[in-house]
């Protein structure tokens, strides 16, 4: 692949990535709780991705050889994408009613604050070092470009690797709040977020070796057409995703304030005895109403049908019997199911979803989890 033909492949593909960025902003603009927390955010996070696209469509269409003036400014807004999709991680598994005030985004964006003032000084050097740090163009006769250009690049993978640690540790905290609450909890652990953060680790950590390296060494031109390639894809796997992923947490069904954190419940004055009461209760509730066949059980609704808070029942649960809300549904989910699949010859899925479960994937794991076989090895041979 010829340089020129490289140069408009990556054209093209920041091209289609801006535009699709902007796109599915727009989109989360026109609809009617465009506020919410989790669709500013994200809004926030499809604009600077658009903005990266443009930043090299600029830079390839010669525009900062013409106005080298603007070099660097939209590389600095790239500083926040860190930012934006930390917040989108943090409205999407917090409180759905919290709205983003002044000190809430303060306490997010102040990493991305100050590296922004370390880079200030970028914008004071003079046009032909900046043109090389930025571009490559004259780097191998400016002695200050390579280490500054090196410091950038720092910058940015430090700023943003912070960000995306702060975020998966937000969302594996999440995974054991949603296991406390719901009894299935597909379309709820954002696994496809969290697919999307690695893609954008391991695509941020090349690009910033890559960078580190190109004053230096030369490098394949099919490497700059793969990472626009990486680049349109996650910024339009998340516009997808994040346009039809449906609120977490709502008024009707539960908040993650609804338990306290695990740490809380060593100043829980609910005695052993107590918590052995109403484990006793809810074993006898669910034999008696089978309340588990119920697939949007959640740990509250639970609660009102027992009389106990929810507070309660989940200590009982995590500390009594050793269980999270979700394991605790579906070992008895699994124990029916299994049952019925030996003593009958009702189709496997029909039994599935008479006994709570959503999907075949989620029945398939629950059954290995729980009883240590498949659902088939469970029935008798004709």
């Known amino acids: 692949m010829t340089d020129g033909m490289t140069g408009s492949l990556v054209l093209i593909l920041s091209s289609a990535a801006a535009a699709i960025g902007l796109f599915a902003a727009a989109q989360l603009a026109l609809r009617p709780g465009w506020r919410a927390a989790p669709s500013t955010a994200l809004g926030v996070f499809l604009l600077l991705s658009a903005l990266s ?10 525009v900062y050889a013409v106005a080298p003036w603007a070099t660097g400014i939209l590389w600095s807004t790239s500083l926040f994408l860190g930012p934006a999709i930390l917040s989108y991680v943090v409205a999407m ?17 102040w990493p991305a604050g100050i590296a922004l003032l370390l880079a200030l000084p970028f914008f004071l050097l003079p046009i032909p070092t900046r043109i090389a740090i930025y571009t490559g163009v004259g780097a191998e006769t400016d002695v200050w470009a390579g280490p500054l250009q090196l410091a950038f690049v720092a910058l940015f993978l ?8 702060a975020a998966f540790r937000v969302m594996g905290r999440h995974v054991q709040r949603v296991r406390d609450l719901f009894s299935n909890i597909e379309n709820r652990t954002l696994s ?9 680790l391991a695509a941020w950590i090349w690009g910033a070796v890559k960078s580190g390296l190109a004053l230096n060494v030369a490098h394949a031109s099919w490497l700059d057409v793969a990472g626009a390639a990486v680049e ?12 039809s992923q449906q609120p977490i947490f709502t008024p009707q069904t539960e908040t993650p304030k609804a338990l306290p954190a695990p740490e809380k419940y060593a100043r829980s004055a609910l005695p052993g005895s107590r918590q052995a009461e109403i484990a006793a209760r809810l074993d006898q509730a669910m034999r008696a109403d089978h309340l588990y066949r119920d697939p949007l059980l959640s740990l509250s609704a639970l609660a009102a049908r027992i009389g106990v808070t929810p507070n309660h029942l989940s200590q009982a649960l995590n500390e009594h019997l050793g269980q999270s809300f979700f394991d605790y549904v579906n070992r008895w989910r699994v124990d029916e199911a299994v049952e019925r699949i030996r003593a009958t010859d009702e189709a496997i899925l029909s039994i599935a979803y008479d006994v709570g479960f959503n999907s075949r ?22």
């Open 53 to 62: 696209g443009v930043d090299l469509i600029l830079d390839r269409g010669g």
């Open 93 to 109: 598994t917090g409180d759905p009613e919290a709205g983003w005030s002044p000190l809430r985004i303060a306490r997010l964006a």
């Open 158 to 165: 430090v700023t943003t690797l912070g960000y995306l640690a």
């Open 192 to 200: 496809w977020l969290r697919v999307l953060l690695l893609v954008m």
């Open 232 to 243: 349109l894809f996650w910024t339009a796997a998340i516009g997808l995703f994040g346009l």
């Open 361 to 382: 994937s989620t029945f398939n794991a629950a059954v290995e989890k729980h009883a240590g076989r498949p659902p088939s090895a469970f029935r008798p041979a004709a």
